[in-house]
């Protein structure tokens, strides 16, 4: 790009192709570049200077949806025909938002099911994909108007806990709006990229990235070295975010209102009114001591110290996250060497004053915090366009990836806080004679059972050649690509009969469900290890029945009966006990018949040897 002539400001220029950097913002989003002449970071401005877009959608009685200012009226005057915060919904179920639900004005379809939710506007369903994809499609367009230029290529940035379903959805949102989405970034990461920091190779910095929105919260500990970035944890809250100040203000004055009116009742026409005044008393009140208004013929009103109280236990929450990064990341307070602000909602005086204590550092909030995010999402899509070629991105795994091995283990590939693009393999067989066929079911989680763990997939690699058990050889590779989405590949190695696919899971996890299985690991691993301990000497005990038994039936005329019956006995005895569920005494009992079978088994081995030697069939 640095051959290309571009003049933003006249519009003149002769270049080929323009790689954006998106910000896909729950309540704004915004489009930078590399101004191809200065070299800095900038991101694209209307005529009236306005970079940010809302992320509202309105849908009028044609149909066609309006993205952002225009749309933003409607959501007083038309609410169910007005679609906000769509970014709080792409990758859910509706079972994952049903708690929320009363936030949205829009009507999200309840179909009862852990399908992903779909948005009725009038007669027509949208998924959040085509819905994120509208407003995709209406930066591109305003990218292509400022910049004079067709806008094809981009790098979309997302929050650092979005799972594989929702990165997926956010880059499908990209195709579907005409773009080819090069990298979908880590929102942190972006941020870090915009701060210019691992710029210098010989600089070596621990960062706190704390970003509050307007519908999620992130802290990510990042670690830049020697012009690499590292994520060393991530932490945060999908639902906590200035949206939540703003309802916090509406309850507020709901509640002084109901105490001098108690008729009153919010109607579906005010309850959007009130939200507005309250993110525009929130905002006044970053500056200001007092926030006075009407709505409705009623007066509303509320001070900087009344709205600090009801914040505090917000930016506590926050806070929280913050120490459990860092225990993650395993680093202390003082290892920090700079904090730095992203999103709106860290304008708010408390919040950076919090956070500044929490830190003990004055934060970094020399850039736009609405715009830092886009600005590092330019240069990624610099780098990716190859003009800057030394750096190295890296992220992380949540949560723990593994398969289903007998007896409903889990046995993990892809260890948590792993880095990623990370590639991993292991090789499984078969247990039954013949069996052609295997299915490979993809679990999240840290637990030893996968039933206690996430589903995310399942497949079957069939029309494995019939060989006895044990003989095939099936390897399943993991690899996360950097965009953090997982593909698995089971391959049977004799034959060469492969499957793969992309692992698209159903519905996303919240931040609270990630921690939530964290927390559960923690506290079964005890009884986890017993668990695992018991199920791995049944399957033992199950497989040597199976061969056992396959073997005395092959072979009955070449024993005595009296080693077959004491073989039974015991086999019966284990079978008992597999059931029992006491894992010494089955073990015993492997040992036992290990012990009966040993004598002929070896005997047969020897005639078999023999006859093999004289040319014949085994
Ligand atoms: P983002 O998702 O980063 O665009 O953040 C938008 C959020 O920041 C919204 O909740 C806004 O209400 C909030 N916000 C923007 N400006 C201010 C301000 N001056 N004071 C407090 N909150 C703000």
């Known amino acids: ?219 990510s500990i990042l670690r830049i070295s020697d012009g690499i970035f590292e994520v060393l944890s991530t932490n945060g809250d999908t639902y906590l975010g200035g949206d939540d100040f703003d309802d916090a203000i509406v309850k507020f004055w709901k509640e002084k209102i109901e105490l001098e009116k108690s008729a009153l009742k919010f109607s579906e026409n005010n309850k959007q009114e009130f939200r507005l005044k309250a993110e525009a008393a929130k905002r006044h009140l970053s500056l200001h001591h007092e926030f006075i208004s009407n709505v409705d013929g009623y007066l509303i009103k509320i001070s900087k110290s009344e709205f600090e109280n009801l914040g505090s236990p917000l930016v506590n929450k926050t806070i929280l996250c913050c120490a459990n990064a860092l225990k993650d990341a395993e680093i202390s307070i003082t290892e920090i060497d700079e904090v730095i602000m992203v999103g709106g909602s860290t304008r708010i005086p408390l919040v950076k004053q919090t956070v500044g204590q929490f830190f003990n550092k004055k934060v970094n909030d020399t850039l736009n915090p609405d715009e830092v995010v886009a600005l590092g999402a330019a240069v990624q899509a610099d780098i990716l366009a190859g003009n800057n070629k030394d750096f190295l991105l890296l992220d992380i795994t949540p949560l723990s990836l593994g398969i289903e091995t007998m007896g409903g283990l889990m046995d993990v590939l892809i260890p948590r806080n792993s880095k990623i693009p990370i590639r991993t393999s292991r090789q499984y067989t078969t247990q039954k004679d013949g069996q052609m066929g295997i299915v490979i079911s993809v679990f999240q989680g840290e637990r030893d059972l996968v039933k206690d763990n996430r589903k995310l997939a399942e497949f079957k690699l069939s029309n494995i050649p019939a060989m006895p058990a044990g003989l095939p050889k099936i390897e399943i590779s993991f690899l996360i690509d950097a965009d953090g989405i997982l593909n698995v590949k089971a391959k049977e190695l004799r034959s060469g009969v492969t499957q793969q696919i992309e692992v698209k899971p159903q519905y996303g996890l919240t931040d609270k469900e990630v921690e939530k299985m964290l927390l559960d690991s923690i506290e079964h691993a005890t009884e986890d290890i017993q668990t695992r301990a018991l199920v791995e000497v049944q399957t033992e005990a199950k497989q040597l029945l199976d061969v056992t038994k396959t073997f005395i039936e092959k072979n009955k005329t070449h024993l005595l009966n009296e080693e077959i019956i004491a073989s039974e006995k015991i086999m019966e005895q284990l079978e008992i006990l597999i059931k029992s569920g006491n894992k010494d005494e089955i073990h015993a009992a492997i040992e036992q018949l290990n012990e009966q079978s040993r004598p002929y088994a070896e005997r047969f081995m020897n005639e078999a040897i023999g006859k093999a030697m004289k040319g014949k069939q085994v």
């Open 1 to 219: 790009m640095g051959k290309i002539a571009i003049n933003i400001a006249t519009g003149s220029l002769q270049q080929k192709e323009m790689i954006v950097g998106i910000d896909l913002g729950t309540t704004n989003s915004l489009v930078a570049i590399i101004h191809p002449q200065d070299r800095n970071p900038q991101v694209i401005k209307e005529v009236m200077g306005n970079s940010l877009v809302p992320s509202v959608l309105h849908f009028d009685k044609s149909g066609e949806p309006i993205v952002g200012d225009e749309a933003l009226k409607y959501l007083l005057t038309d609410p169910q025909q007005t679609i906000f915060s769509v970014k709080r919904l792409i990758g859910k179920s509706y079972n994952d938002i049903r708690e929320r639900s009363n936030f949205f004005t829009y009507k999200i379809f309840d179909d009862q099911t852990e399908r992903l939710v779909k948005i009725q506007v009038g007669d027509k369903f949208y998924s959040p994909v085509e819905l994120s994809s509208f407003i995709l499609k209406e930066l591109k367009s305003r990218a292509e108007h400022i910049l004079k230029t067709p806008v094809t290529k981009a790098v979309i940035t997302v929050p650092a806990y979005f799972n594989d379903a929702q990165r997926q959805a956010t880059r499908d949102a990209g195709k579907l709006a005409g773009l080819d989405v090069l990298r979908i970034l880590n929102e942190p990461t972006a941020a870090s990229l915009a701060y210019g920091l691992g710029l210098n190779k010989n600089e070596t910095k621990t960062i706190a990235v704390y970003d509050l929105g307007g519908g999620t919260f992130d802290i």
